[in-house]
């Protein structure tokens, strides 16, 4: 257990390499064990705990993983055997649900946990499901597990209720080694959708219309490992912008693409952050004091719901009102944290009305979620004092090398080690 402190105040300045997409990371990984010749080479993967646990898990299903001295990760699909993932594994994170697309497309049968709630509300994988029925496998829910089965998945036509990520990714994988054609109707865009569009058809499969609603996959007999880069994490990206904006820094990102940070840069703009691209690097350049926006999350291109939370941090400064609508996930709960350092915050359902306050003060605070995380220490990089961020492993999760990069970026930021309460002897 550990906690981060951080000495509020100081503006950020300098440059900053951003890592590989976490979110791509997960599928392509997963993605990769598809292959039955050769291996995979997967290079931009960010070091993070969920990538850990994504690497166990197909470990522990028999695939061959391994990091080279370059920290390329190798992936090789052979050996997979086991089609029961372990509960103490899957517990961890969400994303470990792609390994039932990977185990009914390779082996025609799963056993995969069900994931439970979070701290971002109920999060049901419905529609992951109903797609494996879709694609012709007998599904049965027994035990907190999904059990499914079947001789070998057939291509359908599959309307997904709403653009779900996980759902499109999860579908594709499954699909790329089906019998015939799959059309996903309603299907995610997101640019890490598309990563693994690029990385599957590289593999040998054939999927076409990714970053479309419509996405068709003609499944193959067979796929090979291939080598591949990671797209830039857009997430990691914006939230070092909002950073660098709410601290009246000036920070050049390097190792983005800009496109994929379309609407955050426009409400960047709007708040008075002045954005420059110079191609895969961005400068972003923050005014004294921010203007209020209002801004409504919203499936890609929209503005995603995992800035939501770093956005309303950066907004506790700004001057002005903004009316943030969080239309993905119920993710709100941080905001009493971020009232404990002196924000002025009101929720009701799924919108908070951020009220500029001229000073935020630093506090000891909770993580809840790991872009509460990121939000909490985006808040206390501009508090005044000191702030302690506690369940700071959360951040871990999804944020490589965090606080290094912020106090390569002059940010006072530190990492102290929690002793356990030392255990009672009883006589
Ligand atoms: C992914 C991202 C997460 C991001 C989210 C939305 C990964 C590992 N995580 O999460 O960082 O915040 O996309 O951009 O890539 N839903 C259902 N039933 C389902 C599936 C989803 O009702 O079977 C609902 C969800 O509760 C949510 C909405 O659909 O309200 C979208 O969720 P989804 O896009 O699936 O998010 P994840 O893939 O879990």
């Not at 960010?46 to 390329?72: F, H, K, M, N």
């Amino acid at each position: 257990m550990s906690r981060l402190i951080i000495e509020g105040g100081k503006p950020l300045r300098g440059s900053v390499d951003i890592s590989g997409a976490k979110n791509s990371a997960l599928a392509i990984v997963v993605a990769a064990a598809l292959a039955t010749e050769g291996e995979s080479v997967l290079d931009n993967i960010p070091q993070g705990s969920d990538v850990a646990t994504i690497c166990q898990i197909l470990e522990d299903l028999g695939v061959e993983i391994w990091y080279d001295e370059d920290r390329r990760l190798h992936v090789r699909g052979q050996t997979l055997r086991k089609h029961q993932a372990s509960y103490e594994l899957v517990r961890k994170m969400r994303a470990s649900f792609y390994s039932a697309g990977l185990l009914l497309a390779r082996l025609g049968k799963a056993e995969v946990p069900l994931p439970g709630g979070c701290a971002i509300g109920s999060r049901p994988v419905d529609f992951h499901i109903k797609g494996f029925s879709q694609l012709g496998a007998d599904v049965v829910i027994e035990h907190g597990y999904m059990k499914a089965e079947t001789t070998r998945l057939k291509g359908a036509h599959i309307y997904i209720n709403r653009a779900s990520v996980g759902t499109t990714i999860n579908l594709m994988i499954a699909a790329s080694l089906a019998e015939g054609t799959t059309v996903l109707e309603n299907a995610a865009k997101e640019p890490e959708v598309v990563d693994l569009a690029i990385f599957l058809n590289g593999m040998g499969a054939k999927v076409r219309g990714a970053g479309t609603d419509s996405i068709r996959i003609d499944g193959v007999d067979q796929l090979r490992g291939i080598e591949y880069s990671i797209i830039p994490d857009r997430i990691e990206a914006g939230t070092f912008m909002l950073a660098a904006a709410i601290t009246g820094g000036d920070v050049v990102l390097r190792n983005v693409v800009a496109e994929h940070l379309r609407v955050p840069i426009v409400k960047m703009e709007e708040a008075g952050v002045t954005v420059t691209r110079s191609g895969t690097e961005l400068r972003v350049v923050a005014p004294e004091r921010l203007r209020s926006v209002d801004v409504e999350t919203l499936p890609y291109p929209g503005f995603p719901t995992d800035l939501q939370q770093p956005f309303v941090a950066a907004m506790c400064l700004a001057d002005g009102t903004s009316v943030v609508r969080e239309t993905i996930f119920d993710r709100f709960r941080y905001v009493d944290e971020l009232r404990r350092m002196g924000a002025d915050i009101k929720t009701e359902q799924n919108t908070a009305i951020v009220r500029g306050v001229p000073q935020l003060t630093g506090a000891p605070v909770e993580i809840t979620d790991l872009r509460a995380g990121a939000a909490l220490a985006i808040a206390a990089l501009a508090a005044q004092g000191r702030t302690e961020l506690y369940g700071v492993e959360i951040i871990d999760r999804g944020y490589e090398l965090f606080e290094a990069k912020l106090r390569s970026l002059g940010a006072n930021i530190y990492r102290e080690q929690l002793t356990s309460p030392k255990e009672l002897v009883t006589r």
